[in-house]
């Protein structure tokens, strides 16, 4: 079992910065590759950005490439997601995932390639 614990989140104007993150329990972290997610009110949850167990391999959503950073730390267990130029449209609940599952681009993207998840954290962008 794993438990992840998303922080981080908050209100900022259009074309600030926030930094998330995801600090996870349980089991040895490195075993598992990362993810986050976000889900806007009345639409379905999307893929973020993700990092392999090692954090040797990133995949990015096409709408956060060059904003939004992913990095983790195994010494501190801990998952970051740095957003840089929000955009009002990043409005959404903001989730990080753990999986144990071959790191690949087509899993990656995908909720259900996931085992663990976090409970989520509001992120607000105002124009």
């Known amino acids: 079992q794993v438990q992840l614990v998303e922080s981080g989140g908050g209100l900022v104007q259009a074309g600030g910065s926030l930094r998330l993150s995801c600090a996870a329990s349980?089991?040895?972290?490195?075993?598992?590759?990362m993810g986050w997610f976000r889900q806007a009110p009345g639409k379905e949850r999307e893929f973020v950005a993700a990092?392999?167990?090692?954090?040797?391999?990133?995949y990015y959503a096409d709408s956060v490439k060059g904003r939004f950073t992913i990095s983790r730390d195994n010494a501190k267990i801990t998952v970051y997601l740095q957003m840089n130029s929000l955009k009002p449209e990043d409005t959404a609940v903001y989730y990080c995932?753990?999986?144990?599952?071959?790191?690949?681009?087509?899993?990656?993207?995908?909720?259900?390639?996931?085992?663990?998840w976090g409970q989520g954290t509001q992120v607000t962008v105002s124009s």
């Open positions: 995932a753990a999986a144990s599952r071959l790191f690949v681009r087509t899993g990656v993207a995908t909720s259900d390639w996931y085992d663990y």
């Open positions: 349980g089991r040895t972290f490195s075993n598992y590759a």
């Open positions: 990092i392999s167990r090692y954090g040797s391999t990133t």
